[in-house]
């Protein structure tokens, strides 16, 4: 077993969940790197030192420049506002260190373009976390999807659907300004990235997105909302399916639905991340009275489960989602070979939302260039 320093950026929400998964991967998973938690940098020294006791670093960087910097920081993990990704992630490869990001890969299509091509560049490790499409559920179904289980794919409806700002009385966050932390910003990359995963490339799509409240409650009044709450995207893919995207912060009642549906001509295939351990699946074989969807628990049987648990049915959960990762990352900086999905995978996310905001501008299909 062999050590290596983790340098994050960022302590809050993500930051966090990842010091949790650097801490607990090798453990789970019995890595042959073994991650050193060595140091953090956030919004100010005062909070890196206080996220350093908390979470067990070694360090407290005085910001993310003096974090790459240091000779003890063998890999970089970004866990800071998508604003600040493209600086960090460019500065540590002109350093040598393989970098993991969080999504989006950077607040504009630009930005991921230019940390696409610096990752390429210095052939150093590089990948993007959508924890979601990592669950053993997920894995499964494009398991079953690449066997042909359902038969030849005729149609794909996903969505990513949750209420945080259904009210319309909550008032102006940072949330509400600004594209890049709308809707499409911050939740689309992941049904995005889970849709390419199941389904393959886009080849052209139509989209409608749309600010549901205008205004939101502020110290001094109504203050304009300047971002998008929904959106709705037409797709159909490079094989010739048809699909269709929905992702909303306005859906009231819904808390974490990333979820999707698929039909094939041989059967069927349903998910939902409210319910993450659990698969739907159904086969078109049988007499007709005894057919319908079969619901299967994951279990050890499945992929990425075993090491978590020896028990059917008990569970992963979220921050298990955040160790897989962890590992991926791991070993793609142990064999030197990527591990999906790299920046490049990131990229074509970008491009897909770019060309949704294209097509919901003037009403029109357009093609999604590949990344």
Known sequence: MTEI???LVGGGYMGKAHAVAYSAVGAVFNTALRPRLETIAATSKASAEAYARAYGFNRAAADWQDLVA???VQAVVIASPQST???IAEAAFAAGKPVFCEKPLGASLEDATAMTAAAEASRLPNMIGFNYVRTPATRFVRQLLAEGAIGDITWFRGEHTEDFLADPDLPANWRTE???????GDLAPHPVNCMLALMGPVAELNARIETVHATRPGPRGPVPVTNDDHAQIMLRFASGVMGHLYISRTATGRKMG????IHGTKGGIRFDQEDQNAVWLYRAEGPEATRGYTRILTGPAHPDFLPFCQGPGHGTGYQDQI??????FLQAIETGKPVWPTFRDGLAVSQIIETAHRSSADGRWHPVPPP
């Open 85 to 87: 990704h493209r600086a």
């Open 258 to 261: 990333y979820a999707y549906e």
């Open 178 to 184: 600004g594209r890049a932390t709308g809707c499409m």
């Open 5 to 7: 320093g983790i340098g």
């Open 70 to 72: 240091d000779p003890k």
């Open 323 to 328: 160790i897989i990762e962890a590992r991926d």
